[in-house]
């Protein structure tokens, strides 16, 4: 039996949805960012929060001045640019894109919980429904209706900051072998658009196991994408001292790349890693577009995918 039960988080109006395995908090005037992902049977908090108060400074903020911490849905890109085509050609789109740091509409069907918010900038209707498919499992399906009658393209991504500690694994799906960097800091694993093997990378000091998460005193940061689509969209993060696991499923054709955010005291000082299913590459909108490694929904059309969560 799944309940969802309104709740104030902070001050915040949030929503809460509980099996006997698994409890996730939502805020929807927040983005309807998810808080707290939590396993009821053994009491471990997946998602990382910061020291800094639950919010965002509105629309259009930098992403490092809000809590930074959590669940966010970054969409419809990730860096902030501007749109690349006709006819929204040179519209400005905010750092971690749009929805973050918007209020969305929230309504408890009973066994659900739907949310959406539309576009400041575009003719878009973004939508997510939770749902519990098992007592571990929780999906997320999502769409994006185009409203107008050009093509949008967009970037996706999930962005589940998770709390780690050194020596847990990460696994991501069996064809994925080569990396290309979008940031690291002081350029350990190279430049942008640098490419590497992974798991074993060379890096300034030495080769480093990617598959591995590093103690938080290297100050190391990175964020890289897999240069090939996944064959089967399933990754996930094991904790070999506990035996607990996060896996993410997603369809491969609708989402097909997958993005990896390492930050071990690196960036801003936070301790944290994200594994980033995404519709798009790079987290540069016009970058993603040049490619073709972008998605796009036909006027007056709907693009879905979805996103399940188990934990053990």
């Not at 990617?210 to 994408?225: H, I, M, P, Q």
């Not at 890693?273 to 798009?280: C, H, V």
């Not at 490619?291 to 399940?308: F, K, P």
Request: glycine share 10%; hydrophobic share 35%.
């Amino acid at each position: 039996m799944t309940h969802w039960r309104e709740s104030k988080i902070e001050g915040h109006d949030a929503w809460i949805g509980e099996s006997s395995q698994l409890l996730v908090c939502i805020v929807p005037g927040l983005g309807a960012k998810a808080v707290s992902l939590r396993s009821t049977r053994t009491g471990r908090e997946w998602l990382w929060r910061s020291e800094k108060a639950l919010g965002n400074e509105g629309y259009g903020s930098p992403f490092p001045n809000g809590d930074e911490s959590g669940w966010d849905e970054m969409f419809p890109c990730i860096d902030a640019c501007e749109y690349p085509l006709e006819p929204w050609q040179g519209r400005t789109i905010p750092d971690h894109g749009e929805v973050w740091s918007l209020p969305w509409e929230a309504h408890n069907t009973g066994s659900t919980l739907h949310c959406q918010v539309k576009g400041e900038q575009f003719p878009y209707l973004l939508e997510k429904t939770y749902s519990f498919t098992a007592d571990g499992t929780l999906r997320i399906d999502y769409s994006v209706t185009n409203t107008s009658t050009a093509p949008f393209s967009f970037l996706w991504a999930a962005h589940p900051l998770l709390e780690v500690q050194a020596g847990m694994k990460l696994h991501v799906p069996n064809n994925l072998d080569e990396i290309e960097i979008s940031y690291s800091a002081e350029e350990r694993l190279g430049v942008f658009g640098d490419r590497q093997p992974w798991p074993l990378a060379p890096s300034s000091g030495g080769t480093v196991d990617l598959s591995v998460t590093e103690a938080n005193e290297g100050r190391f940061a990175e964020k890289y994408y897999f240069t090939g689509k996944a064959e089967t969209g399933v990754a996930a993060v094991s904790d070999p001292a506990t035996g607990e696991s996060i896996t993410f499923s997603y369809p491969a054709e609708q989402v097909p790349y997958l993005a990896v955010w390492a930050n071990y005291g690196g960036f801003g000082g936070n301790y944290q890693l994200a594994l980033e299913p995404a519709t798009g590459r790079m987290d540069h909108l016009g970058e993603a577009v040049r490619r073709s490694e972008v998605a796009v929904v036909a006027g007056g059309q709907v693009y879905r995918w979805h996103l399940e969560v188990s934990l053990v």
